[in-house]
């Protein structure tokens, strides 16, 4: 059964640091590219990050250039997600997510539980 | 970036009624758009990928057809458990941009 389980979300401060993991387990976590999506409350989606299999490729969402960066250990089967210089606009829960096949181009198959980010003073 | 543009924003209907989303481009993608349905607390669920292809123990009351950057989501006769959100999002190119959701209520 494919998991994928999120942690390190919390309240911090803005221009504060977190980093979220996600364990995943199931799968061969080293043949699929790895997003993070998040939800502001009561908002939509957004799609945030993605990474290669091997790391060699990360793409970001404009509002979070320069300050997120995506990574991934395969021999730990984990995706990580560094966030730096936090905003009160990033407050929201952020999913791990699987592409569905091992390319680029792939919708999302399998999403973890969530983790809520809190930007405030 | 492309932007979707997803329609209507809430949409309120009977069990048994058949309903229909759209969800519009701002540059073509081809086939590759999803459709998602989230209920509330809960992650988004995948219903159909490529446009238009069923996703394993979806039920068969949901279709998606469409090409290029005209899409639609088709519930052909609504179950009590198919009130939720509904989100298309495109994966052509990056940025995979969402639509902003639909919200599918019981009349």
Request: hydrophobic fraction near 30%; charged fraction near 15%.
């Given at each position: 059964?494919?998991?994928?389980?999120?942690?390190?979300?919390?309240?911090?401060?803005?221009?504060?640091?977190?980093?979220?993991?996600?364990?995943?387990?199931?799968?061969t976590?080293?043949?699929?590219?790895?997003?993070?999506?998040?939800?502001?409350?009561?908002?939509?989606?957004?799609?945030?990050?993605?990474?290669?299999?091997?790391?060699?490729?990360?793409?970001y969402?404009?509002s979070?250039?320069?300050?997120?960066?995506?990574?991934?250990?395969?021999?730990?089967n984990?995706?990580?997600?560094?966030?730096?210089?936090?905003?009160?606009?990033d407050?929201a829960?952020?999913?791990?997510a699987?592409?569905?096949?091992?390319?680029i181009?792939?919708?999302?198959?399998?999403?973890g539980?969530?983790?809520?980010?809190t930007?405030?003073? | 970036?492309?932007?979707?543009?997803?329609?209507?924003?809430?949409?309120?209907?009977?069990?048994?009624?058949?309903?229909?989303?759209?969800?519009?481009?701002?540059?073509?993608v081809?086939?590759?758009?999803?459709?998602?349905?989230?209920?509330?607390?809960?992650?988004?669920?995948?219903?159909?990928?490529?446009?238009?292809?069923?996703?394993?123990?979806?039920?068969?009351?949901?279709?998606g057809?469409?090409?290029?950057?005209?899409?639609?989501?088709?519930?052909?006769?609504?179950?009590?458990?198919?009130f939720?959100?509904?989100?298309?999002?495109?994966?052509?190119?990056?940025?995979?941009?969402?639509?902003?959701?639909?919200?599918?209520?019981i009349?």
């Amino acid at each position: 059964e494919v998991q994928l389980v999120e942690s390190g979300g919390g309240l911090v401060q803005p221009g504060g640091s977190l980093r979220l993991s996600c364990a995943a387990s199931g799968f061969t976590f080293s043949s699929y590219w790895m997003s993070w999506v998040r939800q502001a409350p009561g908002k939509g989606l957004e799609w945030v990050a993605s990474i290669k299999q091997d790391g060699s490729e990360k793409y970001y969402v404009d509002s979070v250039k320069g300050r997120f960066t995506i990574s991934r250990d395969n021999a730990k089967n984990s995706l990580y997600l560094q966030m730096n210089s936090l905003r009160a606009e990033d407050t929201a829960v952020y999913y791990c997510a699987r592409g569905r096949q091992p390319r680029i181009a792939a919708a999302i198959d399998y999403w973890g539980q969530g983790t809520l980010v809190t930007v405030s003073s | 970036a492309i932007r979707i543009t997803q329609s209507p924003s809430s949409l309120s209907a009977s069990t048994g009624d058949r309903v229909t989303i759209t969800c519009r481009a701002s540059q073509g993608v081809t086939s590759y758009l999803a459709w998602y349905q989230q209920k509330p607390g809960k992650a988004p669920k995948l219903l159909i990928y490529a446009a238009s292809t069923l996703q394993s123990g979806v039920p068969s009351r949901f279709s998606g057809s469409g090409f290029g950057t005209d899409f639609t989501l088709t519930i052909s006769c609504l179950q009590s458990e198919d009130f939720a959100t509904y989100y298309c999002q495109q994966y052509y190119s990056h940025p995979h941009t969402f639509g902003q959701g639909t919200k599918l209520e019981i009349k």
